[in-house]
T-cell receptor, first 113, second 111 residues
Framework: GAGVSQTPSNKVTEKGKYVELRCDPI?????LYWYRQSLGQGPEFLIY????????DSGLPNDRFFAVRPEGSVSTLKIQRTERGDSAVYLC???????????FGQGTRLTVV | SQQGEEDPQALSIQEGENATMNCSYK?????LQWYRQNSGRGLVHLIL?????REKHSGRLRVTLDTSKKSSSLLITASRAADTASYFC???????????FGAGTRLFVKA
């Protein structure tokens, strides 16, 4: 596609449920990032993929969070046993790799009630 | 925790004035980037400055980098109402993979 696509754009879920957030990066981009942004804050790094592998997952807050990128393109961020504190906008970005800009999607606004 | 810290947190100016935002960071970096965000959703890349560069221009934007002080500034000249947004600096740590964002400066340009 023309840009990074994230689905759904909004997700409301009940506390304790499982959610999956999807990111379609720009075709050919090898690097993919997930960030989480709370109101009034900057994006908080979660995980970075280079190809299919997670090169740095040090930002994942706990073992309820997991992300995959099985074919080196689409990525899914998975959150188990959601908590109200997980409510935020989840941003995905991709880049060709190397020292270059990242292209961001519009984000998924997750609300846990 | 965030590495970059922007200053000021919020800035309100009149259309036509210049806006200056500052960013400080803590560790050695490969490069520093500035991004813009409207309405709390997708970020748009503005400019990248490498650690061996001191100044860079792009249209009405001017970015400086002082690695000895671990700081950067973003200057927007002749601001327009459409420049109203949040502006973030982001650093790529040397030897690492992740890009770390600051908390941002909220710029409001009054028409």
């Amino acid at each position: 596609g023309a840009g990074v696509s994230q689905t759904p754009s909004n997700k409301v879920t009940e506390k304790g449920k499982y959610v999956e957030l999807r990111c379609d990066p720009i075709s050919g981009h090898t690097a993919l990032y997930w960030y989480r942004q709370s109101l009034g804050q900057g994006p908080e790094f979660l995980i970075y993929f280079q190809g299919t592998g997670a090169a740095d997952d040090s930002g994942l807050p706990n073992d309820r969070f997991f992300a995959v990128r099985p074919e080196g393109s689409v990525s899914t961020l998975k959150i188990q046993r959601t908590e109200r504190g997980d409510s935020a906008v989840y941003l995905c970005a991709s880049s060709p790799g190397g020292v270059t800009e990242a292209f961001f999607g519009q984000g998924t606004r997750l609300t846990v009630v | 925790s965030q590495q970059g810290e922007e200053d000021p947190q919020a800035l309100s100016i009149q259309e036509g004035e210049n806006a200056t935002m500052n960013c400080s960071y803590k560790t050695s970096i490969n490069n520093l980037q500035w991004y813009r965000q409207n309405s709390g959703r997708g970020l748009v890349h503005l400019i990248l400055i490498r650690s061996n560069e001191r100044e860079k221009h792009s249209g009405r934007l001017r970015v400086t980098l002082d690695t000895s002080k671990k700081s950067s500034s973003l200057l927007i000249t002749a601001s327009r109402a459409a420049d109203t947004a949040s502006y973030f600096c982001a650093t790529d740590e040397r030897g690492g993979f992740k890009t770390i964002f600051g908390a941002g400066t909220r710029l409001f340009v009054k028409a």
